[in-house]
């Protein structure tokens, strides 16, 4: 029997669902499914020692069959480089005492006091981070989305949370939460249509 799905929740949650075999689509008539479609993807990501580039660097291999996709580091970022055209992944890690990575700092501080307008920038986020930590887990990655916000841009999706003190692998939490957000965004779109 088939559920009817009435909520714009209940058509993300299918989409996000791989269990879910959908008929083979005409993407030219029904628009993509799946996280197809979502756009270009630029994956960004703020490190201090290198977990936050490693988990980029896959994300890029596992989306790259279904977008373009671009691995760009924080610390080099403009904010000029922002693209409203692409969907930006953000990954980014918790340093010091809940600090954002030492190259990431000067892209806020950037960010806050010159506030480029981004308004029609799409980013989603994901935080590395040490739950034991437990004032300040995963804030470098907050800091970096309320600059953002600050500037007009939108975030998008599930804010996503990987505890380097769990048992859980960053690369795998990377990979369900990037699958949730371009689903999410893909199903948007397409009830937007
Ligand atoms: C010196 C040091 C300070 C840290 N401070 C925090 C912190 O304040 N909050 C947090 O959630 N995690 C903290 N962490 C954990 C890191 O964010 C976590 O290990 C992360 O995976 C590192 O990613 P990276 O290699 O991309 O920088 C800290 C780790 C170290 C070594």
Redesign the pocket.
């Known amino acids: 029997m088939r559920a009817k799905l009435r909520t714009l929740e209940d058509l993300c949650a299918a989409a996000a669902d791989s269990s879910i075999v959908l008929p083979a689509a005409d993407v030219s008539r029904d628009g993509p499914l799946q996280g197809e479609g979502a756009g270009p993807v630029t994956i960004l ?11 980029a660097e896959d994300l890029a291999r596992h989306l790259g069959d279904r977008a373009e996709t671009r691995v760009v580091d924080l610390g080099e970022l403009e904010p000029g480089d922002l693209d409203p055209a692409r969907v930006h992944l953000i ?9 954002l ?1 030492t190259n990431v700092r000067g892209l806020r501080e950037q960010l806050l006091s010159e506030r480029p307008t981004l308004v029609g920038i799409r980013y989603a986020v994901l ?7 437990t ?6 990655s907050e800091m970096i989305d309320e600059a953002l916000a600050a500037c007009g841009a939108t975030r998008i999706g599930e804010y996503g949370r ?4 769990g048992s859980s692998d ?1 690369t795998e939490v990377a990979r369900e939460w990037a699958d949730g957000v371009l689903a999410e965004l893909s199903v948007r779109e397409l009830v937007a249509r």
């Open positions: 990501f703020g490190t201090e020692s290198g977990n936050a580039e490693l988990v990954v980014c890690s918790t340093y010091g005492d809940g600090e990575p935080g590395l981070g040490d739950r034991s930590y004032r300040t887990y995963s804030r470098g990987h505890d380097a003190g960053a």
